[in-house]
């Protein structure tokens, strides 16, 4: 029904910026919530930052609130993800995923598609 693709991921040093990018395709995302997860080696998937399509209201995790920004394109179904000041404990493979609305918006479970993820390693 809707195919999520992920890209921008890399390698990076401490204190540097990168943007992640989610294209959609498939069905309209009126009334979706779109997110980003992330998963670091040997540990659980945790939320990042989601948005509501059709407000734009947005919500982060408290580690990234403050540094990261996302934003969407609806005339593109596009979803970016700017990581700014990018820390060492961010490195993790970044995960766009789509739920309808109303869902929990740090609840990975809430979501019903998901990207095959990109990979983001911040060194010291």
């Known amino acids: 029904q809707v195919q999520l693709v992920e890209s921008g991921g890399g390698l990076v040093q401490a204190g540097d910026s990168l943007r992640l990018s989610c294209t959609a395709s498939?069905?309209?995302?009126?009334?979706?919530?779109m997110g980003w997860f992330r998963q670091a080696p040997g540990k659980e998937r945790v939320f990042v930052a989601a948005?509501?399509?059709?407000?734009?209201?947005?919500v982060y995790a408290t580690s990234v609130k403050g540094r990261f920004t996302i934003s969407r394109d609806n005339a593109k179904n596009t979803m970016d993800l700017q990581m700014n000041s990018l820390k060492p404990e961010d490195t993790a493979v970044y995960y766009c995923?789509?739920?309808?609305?109303?869902?929990?918006?740090?609840?990975?479970?809430?979501?019903?598609?998901w990207g095959q993820g990109t990979q983001v390693t911040v060194s010291s």
């Open positions: 948005i509501n399509w059709s407000s734009g209201s947005t």
């Open positions: 995923a789509a739920g309808v609305w109303p869902i929990i918006y740090a609840r990975g479970r809430d979501y019903d598609y």
């Open positions: 498939g069905r309209t995302f009126s009334n979706y919530v």
